[in-house]
């Protein structure tokens, strides 16, 4: 049964996490370069290939101790808000393939070739895996997900520049690991207390 309060925890802890990452601004300059719709089907489907690799990997967790599927996603959720804090703050990828032409596949293609790369073992398929075995609900963490990454990737696509200009990086940065360090002492403490 889908949880709208599950559905809303990872859909803000993604989204946050996955704003200052480099496939947004991948996104971004492929947006510029090609016709948005066709960038957004190909980073969209890519999106949806992690997250459902990232949803099946946190399900085999819950198969696992309680305790200690507690505090190993405590301590991974420590890990990714230590991660965003130390981040170094990176450019856009310069090099994104240039497709030879515009069509609908070539472009979606491109785009999901990148964001398939580019998001293998990053950030947010770690958090999406750690909310399927914290919350044992593949369903409404695995919607949240991807809608957060579609929400990343469509702000990234059309207007990256000018929410830049409105909201430091940073201050996404530091939100999104407060809100990871939230769910790692949660964790913790039930790991604790179970």
């Given amino acids: 049964m889908l949880s709208f309060t599950v559905l809303a925890i990872a859909f803000g802890v993604v989204f946050l996490a996955e704003l200052p990452d480099k496939t947004a601004l991948a996104g971004l300059m492929l947006g510029t370069r090609y016709r948005a719709s066709y960038v957004f089907a190909g980073v969209a489907a890519a999106f949806a290939v992690h997250v459902a690799l990232a949803v099946a990997a946190g399900s085999v967790l819950t198969l696992l101790p309680q305790r200690l599927v507690q505090t190993t996603v405590g301590l991974l959720f420590l890990a990714g808000a230590l991660m965003l804090l130390m981040k170094k703050g990176g450019g856009a990828e310069e090099n994104v393939p240039a497709p030879a032409d515009q069509s609908f596949w070539k472009v979606s293609g491109a785009g999901f070739t990148l964001i398939l790369v580019a998001e293998f073992g990053d950030l947010t398929q770690i958090m999406t895996a750690n909310l399927a075995a914290r919350y044992d609900d593949p369903l409404s963490v695995g919607l949240g997900a991807v809608l957060a990454l579609w929400a990343v990737a469509g702000i990234g696509i059309l207007g990256g520049r000018t929410l830049m200009r409105y909201v430091p990086l940073h201050l996404i940065t530091k939100v999104a690991a407060g ?11 039930e790991a604790v207390a179970a």
Avoid: E, Q
């Avoid at 990871?180 to 913790?188: T, W």
């Fill in 179 to 189: 809100l990871m360090l939230v769910l790692a002492g949660f964790s913790l403490y």
